[in-house]
């Protein structure tokens, strides 16, 4: 499957976004989707991913704040992201999985191209 991500950019903090994934090339309902961001200097780490079902699952940094969100019409996948915090700043990805674990990046073979977010204070 190939994964498309946009709707990253630059915003102050307390600001919104919403990122977007498009999928494409195989039955995108099957996979997991999940969403990483990853730092200057620093790993790669776990945001978010919704389930083929529907659940989801959070990291605590981000929860209350941000909501994935999946529609299999459109074969896209989004990430709502609100009260951004400098700490926010990071290249996000999009990636997707049939693994029942979805919080490991290694979990995932399949990888967008990531796109940037930068939150101003």
């Known amino acids: 499957v190939q994964l498309q991500a946009s709707g990253g950019g630059l915003v102050q903090a307390g600001g919104s976004l919403r990122l977007s994934c498009a999928a494409s090339?195989?039955?995108?309902?099957?996979?997991?989707m999940g969403w990483f961001r990853q730092a200057p200097g620093k790993e790669r780490e776990f945001v978010t991913a919704?389930?083929?079902?529907?659940?989801?699952s959070y990291a605590d940094a981000v929860k209350g704040r941000f909501t994935c969100s999946r529609d299999n019409a459109k074969n896209t996948v989004y990430l709502q992201m609100n009260s951004l915090k400098p700490e926010d700043t990071a290249v996000y990805f999009c990636a997707a999985t049939t693994s029942v674990v979805v919080t490991t990046p290694g979990r995932y073979g399949y990888w967008g191209q990531g796109t940037l977010v930068t939150v101003s204070s």
């Open positions: 090339g195989r039955t995108f309902s099957n996979y997991n």
């Open positions: 919704m389930r083929w079902s529907g659940s989801t």
